[in-house]
């Protein structure tokens, strides 16, 4: 039971929807299966690049239960999007293999399945080219990478510094293309009834993808629903709509009866996003003492021809560590690859693998513990802007984990420690991840029996967000926190921003908060009762949410890690990981642990078992599903910590809150990886530290 006599803020609630998501009462987007609902299943072009030549449906429409073949030549029209990615069924155009080609219709999964299996295509192939390498010939230097931030960006003389350090590091790493798969596989169950079209849809964000859909279709907003009340995980996959809810619309549409969609989890690498691979160069130069004198951090990267999309892996460098001279460049080189897109931690999870590996690299030619480099290189202003971070705890975070880790207790000698045929290693990685905040609209009602309802578009992807809202809510009115009901994902609520980039709590709370502080002063200047309407309030961020700030803003963390190596297998497993965070307020403990540590087991499965190769010859992912792309299991989950500091940072938002969806990631990898070195005196670059590589390696 809730304990509503501690402070609503803050405290580890219990999740609200924790009961009916173990015991199914929680419904997701393909559990909802209105009257007389048909089944889709889009079939994928199995040619890297080309031209669909011609279809043949007479052996699908022959499957029994088979109702209907979508194809380019007889699919609803739609209105060209933003996003190219959700044209789909549009033109005989084959971008890249996996590109949907056709959609069969039919009574039951089964059927479609079966019906998507029998059509005939033919196509006009083409050359393709899907194999990433830093001197490929169509490489450039885009003006922005995601995020808005600068394709490259240039300070002092980095290379003459370079020259004439007397301590240098030039490395390079690899980061393979790596998949978000949700536990959710993406889904979408949409019907269409007198012009108005209401979904439910596995997404981070039912606002955008109403917004979307509209404009697809060319359909007023006021008469589309999306619903996505729960949803199980998205990791970046879900923070944009994804063909599977254009097609389950387009396939009602066609047919006059709702349609439900789930996408095969085998083809989700080549249409819902994948973090694209990213070869790395990182140059430090350092005096004897330690202290940075240039850092270059260039990375290559793939797009799609579809669309452009630069992971932003330089940009960390940018933020990190103080140094006088500087180069951060993306180049990327567009390939007939699927379109590549978000994945937890963007940008900061690969580049902070090989920043902080080189970090390592270069304590080792120092001669200096990685910790000690580390709080060496200390800033308080942000080396890429010279903006003044509003808050900034790196140094306290490395400290605070090396005392509960026992760091001062290791010998710093690689391969110093073995048990049989085991060696152990330790390892350490600064983290780091920045503060985003959007614009977001809520509104709140005090009932008369003494009860309030908040409403905002939130979407909860398993983080919690429900719950939190809720302490946020109770905060601001003073109330009890069972007091507080909040109502979640539709977008028929006041519209917010999706869940993604550590920003949702930010934002949607910011706005709850700003509706119940408005709520509580209408009700302190009020005598009679709360009428049988209510007493509300709104509340609309945008103006102060989305204003620039005139400080850095970011979050940070320490990890650490140790591990073991099999000198007979090659194994690496990890004994212990910790984490120590500074990101502002924590407003609630127990779901705050929950995302950092998931955050942290993602990063192990980034470091030791997570890898997909693009095959050169038929231009797909050989790693497509959960057989052989490989995620930790509860088995590969050691001992894992989660430890913060707390900040009081007023330049944030009305909480002092700062996102922790992502930060759990960002290092964690480089931590294994530098525990290996230390375990086995060697030095692997490339992701994942696979058996086999450790061997080749010489262990």
């Known amino acids: 039971m809730t304990d509503t006599s501690a402070p609503a803020l803050g405290a580890p609630a219990e999740r609200r929807e924790g009961r009916d998501k173990v015991t199914g009462a929680a419904r997701y987007a393909a559990e909802h299966t209105p009257d007389g609902c048909l089944y889709a299943r889009p079939v994928p072009a199995t040619v890297a690049s080309g ?6 449906r007479t052996a699908a429409l022959a499957q029994p239960g088979v109702r209907a073949v979508i194809t380019h030549e007889d699919a609803p029209r739609l209105t060209e999007p933003d996003d190219p990615t959700l044209f789909v069924l549009q033109n005989a155009r084959v971008p ?37 390498r830093t001197d490929h010939p169509d490489a450039y230097v885009p003006d922005e990478a995601n995020a808005g931030a600068p394709g490259e960006v240039l300070r002092g003389d980095p290379e003459g510094a370079f020259r004439t350090a007397p301590a240098r590091v030039d490395v390079a790493y690899r980061v393979p293309p790596l998949h978000n798969h949700p536990m959710e596989p993406h889904a ?37 629903t999306v619903v996505s009340e729960h949803v199980g995980g998205g990791f970046g996959s879900k923070g944009t709509p994804r063909p599977h809810v254009v097609l389950a619309a387009m396939a009602a549409l066609a047919t006059g009866r709702p349609v439900k969609l789930v996408l095969p989890r085998r083809q989700l690498p080549a249409v819902v996003g994948h973090r694209a ?4 160069r990182v140059r430090l130069a350092a005096d004897r003492d330690g202290a940075l004198l240039s850092v270059s951090h260039e990375v290559t990267t793939h797009t799609s021809r579809v669309k452009e999309f630069v992971e932003q892996a330089a940009t960390p460098a940018r933020t990190m560590y103080a140094s006088p001279h500087s180069r951060t460049t993306h180049r990327v ?8 897109s978000w994945m937890r931690a963007p940008g900061e999870a690969p580049g902070m693998y090989a920043l902080e590996s080189a970090m390592d690299e270069l304590a080792t030619e120092l001669g200096m513990d990685p910790v000690a480099l580390r709080v060496r290189n200390d800033t308080d202003t942000e080396p890429g802007s010279g903006l003044p971070f509003s808050s900034r705890h790196l140094t306290e975070c490395l400290r605070e984990g090396a005392r509960r880790f026992g760091w001062h207790d290791r010998d710093p000698r690689p391969r110093a420690r073995g048990r049989g045929p085991l060696l152990l290693g330790t390892g350490v990685a600064s983290a780091t991840y920045p503060v985003l905040v959007s614009p977001s609209r809520a509104s709140a009602r005090a009932l008369p029996d003494g009860r309030y309802v908040v409403q905002v578009n939130a979407t909860d992807i398993g983080t919690g967000a429900r719950t939190v809202l809720a302490q946020i809510a109770a905060d601001a009115l003073g109330a009890p926190l069972d007091a507080v009901r909040t109502e979640i994902g539709s977008s028929d609520l006041p519209s917010a921003p999706l869940a993604g980039g550590s920003s949702g709590t930010a934002s949607w709370g910011w706005a709850v908060h700003e509706a119940c502080t408005r709520l509580a002063a209408r009700l302190a200047g009020r005598t009679d009762p709360v009428p049988a309407e209510g007493v509300g309030a709104d509340a609309d961020t945008e103006g102060t949410a989305d204003a620039e700030s005139a400080f850095a803003r970011h979050a940070f963390g320490a990890h650490f890690a140790e591990v073991t190596v099999d000198t007979v297998s090659g194994e690496v497993r990890v004994r212990r990981l910790l984490g120590v965070y500074a990101a502002g307020h924590i407003l609630n403990a127990r779901t705050a642990r929950s995302q950092f540590i998931g955050g942290m087991t993602m990063g192990i499965g980034m470091a030791l078992t997570e890898g997909s190769t693009m095959d050169a010859a038929f231009g797909d992912f050989t790693e497509s599903d959960l057989a052989s792309y490989h995620v930790p299991a509860h088995a590969d989950v050691p001992e894992i910590e989660a430890h913060w500091i707390d900040e009081d940072d007023p330049h944030l938002n009305p909480m002092g809150s700062k996102g922790i969806g992502e930060i759990g990631i960002v290092g964690t990898a480089a931590a294994i990886g530098n525990a290996v070195h230390h375990a086995t005196g060697l030095r692997l670059r490339d992701l994942p530290l696979t058996p086999d590589r450790l061997l080749a390696a010489g262990l």
Do not use: C
Request: hydrophobic content about 40%; cysteine-free.
């Open 277 to 280: 691979p990213t070869l790395h």
């Open 96 to 132: 890249h293999r996996g590109w949907y080609v056709a959609l069969v219709v039919a009574d039951t999964p089964e059927a479609a399945r079966a019906g998507a299996a029998a059509l005939h295509v033919t196509y006009r192939e083409e050359p393709h080219d899907v194999t990433l």
């Open 188 to 224: 979408a169950t949409a019907r269409w009834e007198d012009g108005r079209l209401t979904v439910h849809d596995s997404s981070q964000g039912a606002t955008t993808v109403r917004d979307t859909l509209a404009g697809l279709f060319d359909v007023p907003r006021d008469r589309i």
């Open 333 to 340: 080189v567009p390939l007939d690859v699927p379109s590549p």
């Open 51 to 56: 031209q669909v030549g011609a279809v043949d």
